[in-house]
Nanobody
C-alpha cells in the first residue's frame, strides 16, 4: 500500500503561482509513476501531468503545458506540481495518484493509489 497526502492548495489571484506537494508513505515511492489530476465541480476528473519514476518521462495536458511543472524527489518520497500563470479555469480539487502500470498514464483508471485532494481556487 502507498498512502498519498497532498498539500499546498489555496486561494490565489489569476496570474499567481502555487506549488502543490504530494508526499508518499508506506511502500517505497520510487517504482511508481505519479500523476496529478484535477476535478472541478460538475466535471469529470481530468489529467494534468505525470512523471515516471526516473523523471525521464514527463507528460502534460495541453491546457497546462508551459505553465505547470512536475518534479519528483524519490529520496524524499515527494512529487511537486509547480503552477504558474494560474487562470480561473484552473480552479479544482487537485489529486495526486501513483501507478505501477507504466501505460495509460493520462487515464485515472491506470492509477492504483490516490490522495484525498487539495483545493485550488483561482480568483479573477
Amino acid at each position: 500500500q502507498v498512502q498519498l497526502v497532498e498539500s499546498g492548495g489555496g486561494l490565489v489571484k489569476a496570474g499567481g503561482s502555487l506549488r502543490l506537494s504530494c508526499a508518499a508513505s508506506g511502500r517505497t515511492f520510487s517504482p511508481y509513476y505519479v500523476g496529478w489530476f484535477r476535478q472541478a465541480p460538475g466535471k469529470e476528473r481530468e489529467f494534468v501531468a505525470t512523471i515516471s519514476w526516473s523523471s525521464e518521462w514527463i507528460n502534460y495536458a495541453d491546457s497546462v503545458k508551459g505553465r505547470f511543472t512536475i518534479t519528483r524527489d524519490n529520496a524524499k518520497n515527494t512529487v511537486d506540481l509547480r503552477m504558474n500563470s494560474l487562470k480561473p479555469e484552473d480552479t479544482a480539487v487537485y489529486y495526486c495518484a501513483a501507478s505501477s502500470k507504466g501505460f495509460g498514464m493520462r487515464s485515472p483508471g491506470s492509477y492504483e493509489y490516490w490522495g484525498q485532494g487539495t483545493q485550488v481556487t483561482v480568483s479573477s
